[in-house]
């Protein structure tokens, strides 16, 4: 039965909810309650984040709406909002990312503009190499050390299957660059590592295959990270496919930590230019500034008024140590061409 118009009142009126109903703001909350932590993982869309420094207070996150696509990476500092109880199946908010003390970068290859961040805020990083099976590159680790050194991280090189090779001639290219080494084989005590690793967020890079997800086994035990053969090209396998904060055990609050990274098969430094290597060293960066302008610190005959050749002592032989460490990056490297001796320095 129809009803009649007068009986119908206000309470009868449905109105569709839809555009202009809710009034739009772009103030953000400003989350003064946000509780501080380390992303420790990353996995499709989700972040694990350790609050407060303790691997025992783990929550798993997004990504508030108000960041964007803002690049959240293994080492980030952030502030989480939501439910903080790490249970299963809850879901907490990076609402803040805070700026980067160091930032470790790579490209696929020299002509890729696109970045790739390897890890946040390590204040070391760990370069593994095999000193046989697969053989030592040299090319890989000058390229790390340029990365290292423009992220503002403190390279330390690691070797591993020592006993298979003599590294002695292998290591000493670098020692004008006053680069820690450190032998780490299967048969090697871990006290050395142990001692540099302490106090510090350490980044672990290497080629597939070197055995550094076995290095990292030996000093996280309950890792459990995955290892493999090396391949019959002697590339190696990959056996991390994603980074992951550890931490180091025994080392208290704040923690030590270790970042273990996927093996890179390439190390790409479209980012880097020459001043920024030569920026990390006080020394050099200061002579630097009277270089000509678009000098590329080679030296002669390309810029024969580099004023790293007017240096003396100690600072022109880590100059010549980083002026190969350019021409290696560079790709203008000959076979012939050898760190300068010590005994090669002016008087």
Same mark, same amino acid.
């Given at each position: 039965?129809?009803?009649?118009a007068?009986?119908?009142?206000?309470?009868?009126?449905?109105?569709? %909810?839809?555009?202009?109903?809710?009034?739009?703001?772009?103030?953000?909350?400003?989350?003064?309650?946000?509780?501080?932590? $380390?992303?420790?993982?990353?996995? +499709?869309?989700?972040?694990?984040?350790?609050l407060?420094?303790? %691997?025992?207070?783990?929550?798993?996150?997004?990504?508030?709406?108000?960041?964007?696509?803002?690049?959240?990476?293994?080492? *980030? @500092?952030?502030?989480?909002?939501? @439910?903080?109880?790490?249970?299963? *199946?809850?879901?907490?908010?990076? #609402?803040?990312?805070?700026?980067?003390?160091?930032?470790?970068?790579?490209?696929?290859?020299?002509?890729?503009?696109?970045?790739? =961040?390897?890890?946040?805020?390590? *204040?070391?990083?760990?370069?593994?190499?095999?000193?046989?099976?697969?053989p030592?590159?040299?090319?890989?680790?000058?390229?790390? /050390?340029?990365a290292?050194?423009?992220?503002g991280?403190?390279?330390?090189?690691?070797?591993?299957?020592? @006993?298979?090779?003599?590294?002695?001639?292998?290591?000493?290219?670098?020692?004008?660059?006053?680069?820690? #080494?450190?032998?780490?084989?299967?048969?090697?005590?871990?006290?050395?590592?142990?001692?540099?690793?302490?106090?510090?967020?350490t980044?672990? =890079?290497?080629?597939?295959?070197?055995?550094?997800?076995?290095?990292?086994?030996?000093?996280?035990?309950?890792?459990? +990270?995955?290892?493999?053969?090396?391949?019959?090209?002697?590339?190696?396998?990959?056996?991390?496919t994603?980074?992951?904060?550890?931490?180091?055990?025994?080392?208290?609050?704040?923690?030590?930590?270790?970042? @273990?990274?996927?093996? =890179?098969?390439?190390?790409?430094?479209?980012h880097?230019?020459?001043?920024?290597? =030569?920026?990390?060293?006080?020394? /050099?960066? *200061?002579?630097?500034?009277?270089?000509?302008?678009g000098?590329?610190?080679?030296?002669?005959?390309?810029?024969?008024?580099?004023?790293?050749?007017?240096?003396?002592?100690?600072?022109?032989?880590?100059? $010549?140590?980083?002026?190969?460490?350019?021409?290696?990056?560079?790709?203008?490297?000959?076979?012939?061409d050898?760190?300068?001796?010590?005994?090669?320095?002016?008087?």
């Amino acid at each position: 039965m129809s009803r009649r118009a007068a009986s119908y009142d206000e309470s009868d009126v449905r109105v569709r %909810p839809g555009k202009g109903t809710r009034p739009r703001t772009k103030q953000r909350p400003s989350h003064d309650d946000a509780e501080q932590g $380390m992303v420790v993982s990353v996995d +499709r869309g989700r972040w694990g984040v350790v609050l407060g420094g303790d %691997p025992d207070r783990r929550v798993v996150t997004m990504r508030a709406r108000e960041l964007g696509r803002t690049p959240i990476v293994v080492g *980030d @500092d952030v502030s989480v909002v939501g @439910d903080l109880s790490g249970k299963p *199946d809850t879901l907490a908010r990076i #609402v803040r990312v805070a700026e980067r003390r160091s930032v470790l970068r790579r490209t696929a290859d020299d002509s890729d503009p696109y970045e790739r =961040i390897v890890v946040a805020n390590a *204040d070391q990083l760990l370069i593994v190499t095999a000193m046989a099976d697969p053989p030592p590159r040299t090319g890989f680790v000058e390229r790390a /050390l340029a990365a290292a050194y423009v992220g503002g991280l403190s390279p330390i090189l690691c070797l591993t299957k020592s @006993d298979l090779a003599d590294p002695t001639e292998f290591t000493a290219a670098f020692a004008d660059l006053d680069l820690p #080494v450190i032998r780490a084989g299967r048969d090697d005590p871990i006290d050395d590592i142990l001692d540099a690793l302490r106090g510090h967020i350490t980044a672990f =890079i290497g080629h597939s295959g070197v055995g550094k997800s076995t290095l990292v086994n030996r000093l996280v035990p309950d890792a459990y +990270r995955a290892t493999g053969v090396v391949s019959g090209v002697g590339k190696g396998r990959h056996t991390s496919t994603q980074s992951v904060a550890l931490p180091l055990p025994g080392t208290g609050i704040p923690r030590s930590w270790v970042v @273990d990274t996927p093996g =890179i098969r390439s190390f790409g430094l479209a980012h880097v230019g020459p001043d920024d290597i =030569i920026a990390a060293f006080d020394d /050099l960066r *200061d002579a630097i500034e009277e270089c000509p302008r678009g000098c590329t610190h080679l030296g002669p005959p390309a810029d024969p008024e580099c004023r790293l050749d007017d240096l003396g002592g100690h600072s022109y032989r880590r100059g $010549m140590a980083v002026r190969h460490l350019l021409a290696a990056v560079s790709g203008t490297l000959s076979d012939d061409d050898a760190v300068p001796a010590a005994d090669e320095s002016p008087s």
